[in-house]
């Protein structure tokens, strides 16, 4: 029989077992028991057979009982910040890292995935095994699938995980979700995650001019970045009170304390290795106090004698000159797609009668415009030519919206895009003036996205609660948004760290103070509806996913 008894036999124990059982089988037949025949059966009562007297045998054993099958309730959505867009729930143990996972990739993508596979592996402390076939719990990396740039799909199944994309920036975005998941919860659910952004530019902008950041206190924002999906790092490096990264065609603007060549480009790589692009800013016409202090002769001077930090004549051709050997300089040094322009608060255009005050610039802007110009064309006149610098690069430019005019004979390059980050300027347009006329615009609301070292002129340092509660890319001067047909043409938006009191933080307090604003920043840049979770619930899991 399959299922015999087993165990060792008791000899007469077992005898008389045999018998019990026998005499219980017969009396229950109406027979007496027949006496016991040696072999541990009995014979039954008036039965015979040719080989002698008929053996009873053991009652069978019952077949055991089917192991039940688990069963497990829906899964619910991976606890990530930002939240994915979308999970498909389905029943299963889940995924997480075990003795036998690795981490492998597509054959024909080792070389595009490769370091994606690298990182993740490191990260879940389960070696690499680069094109091997994925086994039972592994991690798996392709390209391909449909969807949208950055975007990226997510299977749990079968005690797997599959992540896919359609390019490398996808597939990096998919294994953030899975490290976020795992050190959240220790695991990743069941199921199928489609993830992508509702912005192509979701960033984080460091004034590293007027504060000295170190290179490794940059990297650390980086890593902290790219976990939260963004992918632009805006380093704000020339300024009245500093100029922050070493020069080859002008030393003698640059600070005692700045970032050595060497390091921009390892800050670079980094970034880059985290799909995140570094977008830099040599801001002008105003805001060059440092290029000023070893150029004195640039100052721009009132009629009445008084200079106005930071703005240099841009009357004068030298003025051009020096900003223009520095774009040059730089753009080979920074190659990603990006150029910030500056353009804001030019001192000139900050008074009543710009004219009248600064008569050296009413002469440059009629000889250059005709009998019409004025001040503000020659402003709007510089930036253009810094542009056409620029424009070579293949760089998209952004300029601060106060650095754009109307009225004027002439206006600011098309292709220029706007950098909305404030409503307080003189002679201030609404956003809907930017969108309306067809500008691209980039989001730094200075009521939301600004922290400010000191918290001069009224400002807090943000918790990132009104962020998360509030704020959408929609909004882009004070709480109100612009209509929804303009959200195509807002391409994303900026967290700010600005260093008007350098000395009021620490580098550790700054990043300390920016965590949580910055997490909110991601959250509604990767997916502008009202989150599921509420503030308290989300502190709790920005802390947790870290």
Request: aromatic share 8%; hydrophobic share 40%.
């Amino acid at each position: 029989m399959r299922y015999s008894i087993r165990g060792p036999r008791r000899g007469p124990a077992l005898v008389a077992a045999a018998v019990a059982l026998a005499t219980v089988a017969a009396c229950s037949n109406g027979s007496s028991a027949g006496p016991p025949d040696g072999t541990g059966s009995t014979a039954a009562s008036g039965a015979s057979s040719p080989a002698g007297p008929a053996v009873s045998s053991p009652p069978p054993s019952p077949p055991p009982s089917p192991t039940p099958t688990r069963t497990y309730p829906l899964s619910k959505a991976p606890q990530v910040v930002p939240a994915v867009v979308a999970h498909r729930a389905a029943r299963g143990p889940g995924w997480k890292p075990g003795r036998d996972t690795a981490v492998v990739v597509a054959e024909k993508d080792e070389f595009a995935l490769a370091d994606e596979a690298r990182l993740i592996a490191a990260e879940l402390r389960v070696p690499y095994r680069g094109t091997a076939a994925a086994g039972p719990g592994d991690v798996s990396l392709a390209l391909g699938g449909a969807g949208g740039a950055e975007s990226y799909t997510l299977t749990v199944q079968g005690g797997g995980v599959r992540i896919t994309g359609p390019d490398q920036a996808g597939v990096f975005y998919g294994t953030r979700t899975l490290k976020q998941s795992v050190r959240s919860s220790g695991a990743m659910p069941e199921g199928v995650v489609t993830d992508a952004p509702a912005k192509p530019q979701r960033g984080l902008m460091v004034d590293i001019a007027r504060k000295y950041y170190s290179a490794d206190w940059i990297e650390g924002r980086l890593r902290e970045m790219a976990d939260l999906k963004l992918n632009q790092l805006g380093l704000h490096f020339s300024d009245d009170q500093g100029f922050r990264i070493a020069s080859d065609s002008h030393p003698e603007v640059v600070s005692q304390r700045h970032l050595s060549k060497a390091e921009v480009r390892r800050i670079v790589d980094l970034a880059a290795s985290l799909h995140i692009t570094v977008v830099p800013e040599i801001d002008s016409p105003g805001h060059l106090g440092a290029v000023i202090a070893a150029h004195p002769e640039l100052q721009l001077v009132s009629v009445s004698g008084r200079t106005p930090r930071g703005a240099v004549d841009i009357s004068k051709p030298a003025s051009a000159k020096i900003v223009d050997e520095l774009l040059r300089e730089y753009a080979g040094l920074f190659p990603g797609a990006f150029w910030h322009l500056g353009g804001d608060e030019y001192v000139a255009l900050m008074v009543k009668n710009p004219e009248a005050t600064y008569p050296q610039l009413a002469r440059a802007a009629t000889a250059k415009y005709g009998a019409s110009g004025r001040v503000q064309d020659l402003a709007t006149g510089w930036l253009n030519d810094r542009a056409a610098v620029v424009r070579p690069t293949g760089k998209a430019m952004r300029v601060w919206n106060d650095g754009f005019f109307t009225g004027g004979v002439t206006s600011a390059d098309k292709d220029l895009q706007v950098a909305y980050w404030t409503g307080k300027e003189i002679g201030a347009r609404t956003p809907v003036s930017y969108l309306s006329a067809g500008r691209k615009v980039i989001n730094y609301n200075d009521k939301y996205l600004y922290y400010v070292l000191g918290q001069p002129n009224q400002f807090v340092y943000p918790t990132g609660r009104l962020i998360y509660e509030q704020w959408t890319p929609l909004v882009l001067r004070g709480s109100t948004p612009v209509p929804a047909r303009y959200d195509p043409q807002i391409l994303g938006g900026s967290f700010a760290v600005w260093g008007d009191l350098p000395n009021a933080q620490t580098q550790a307090q700054v990043a300390a103070g920016i965590r949580m604003p910055l997490a909110a920043t991601a959250q509604k840049l990767w997916d502008a509806r009202k989150p599921a979770l509420g503030w308290a619930a989300f502190q709790a899991l920005a802390g947790r996913v870290r």
